[in-house]
Structures are given as C-alpha cells and as structure tokens.
C-alpha cells in the first residue's frame, strides 16, 4: 500500500479514537466532528489504497465513497449515513451553521448514533483494506 494511503489511513483512525474519548467526556459535538473527518480521512486514504489516485478536495463524504464503492459495499442504512453526517464538519463548529451553539444542537444520542455508524463504516474498510 502506498505510504500516502498510510498517513491517510492511520490519521482516520487517530481521529476516531479522539471521537470516542470526546464522547466519554460529554463533548458530543467535537465527537461527531471527529466522526466525519475521520470517515473522510477513511474515505480518502482508500482512494488512494485501491484506486492509486488522489482523492477529490471535497467534504462530500457519499461522493467520495462512490469512488471505492464496488470495492468496498455498504449497506443503505450506512450510505444514508455518509449523508447524514457531512455536513457536521460545519455545524459541529459554527455557531451560525447551527444556528446557535453547537453542543446545543448536537444530542447525545446522535453522536452516539454516529460513533456506532461511523465504527460500523471502519469495520468494513478495515477488512477489505487488510486485503489490498
């Protein structure tokens, strides 16, 4: 794999750990933060792994997903998913995208919800990139 997909691919996983730890400590709108960059990270890295080029400068997480689809299938619920959450790189940083404070608009549910997806999206990466 090229040391490139590497950086990518370590650099998602940092970013998980740093959402899960975020959520034990209640800050459930950098939680969902990580869990976007951290699938976009994910997303890009296997660009680079299975497709040897490099990734588009984008935030669209189903955009980028669609580039490694046929190498990597997930499930509707987990595609939806990729929607769901990419706009959270703005709105679990800007006041005025959230239309107030962030930690007021981000629950606890829902960024348990995105630990459980994202973690979910990891899995099947993970197999499929141990493989490549």
């Known amino acids: 794999m090229r ?4 950086w990518w691919l370590d650099d998602a996983h940092r970013s998980l750990k740093i959402a899960q730890e975020n959520y034990k400590n209640a800050f459930y709108e950098v ?4 869990c976007q960059q951290g ?12 497709k040897k080029e490099r990734p588009k400068k984008t935030h669209k997480l189903i955009e980028l997903y669609q580039v490694v689809e046929v190498s990597v299938p997930l499930d509707e619920e987990l595609k939806d998913f990729l929607h769901t959450i990419a706009p959270y790189y703005f709105t679990a940083r800007y006041p005025d995208v959230a239309m107030g404070l962030p930690l007021e608009a981000i629950t606890k549910r829902f960024a348990e919800e995105s630990l459980d997806k994202t973690g979910r999206i990891f899995d099947c990466f993970d197999k499929k990139l141990s493989k490549a």
């Not at 994910?42 to 660009?47: D, R, Y």
């Open 39 to 50: 699938l976009e990270k994910l997303l890009k890295g296997s660009i680079i792994a299975f």
């Open 31 to 34: 939680t969902v933060f990580y």
């Open 3 to 6: 040391e490139e997909a590497v």
